[in-house]
């Protein structure tokens, strides 16, 4: 929208802060697709749905019939991507 402020980007350091203590046992670098619809308080089938529509793009790779997330890139798309609103 022409007129508002640029969106407020989240540096690496403020991804990474909140896994420092137990949020980091709970949630590791790689996550299942159950920790990430934990996670971000979605459902699994959420979470399959975005990733078959390429919504989460770049965050993931499929292993088998697993999806494993790199916990970071999911944050970072999550809060900094271009196809996400903070609306």
Not at 11 to 19: D, G, H, Y
Not at 35 to 56: D, F, H, M, N, P
Request: net charge positive; no cysteine; aromatic share 12%.
């Amino acid at each position: 929208m022409p007129g508002r402020p640029p969106k407020p980007m989240l540096s690496t350091e403020e991804i990474a802060r909140p896994f420092a203590g137990e949020w980091g046992e709970r949630y590791p670098p790689i996550l299942s697709v159950a920790q990430v619809a934990g996670l971000l308080g979605l459902s699994v089938k959420t979470i399959y749905e975005w990733s078959q529509k390429g919504r989460l793009d770049g965050t993931y790779r499929k292993r088998g019939k697993h999806l494993l997330f790199w916990r970071d890139k999911l944050i970072n798309l999550i809060f900094n991507g271009s196809d996400w609103s903070h609306a």
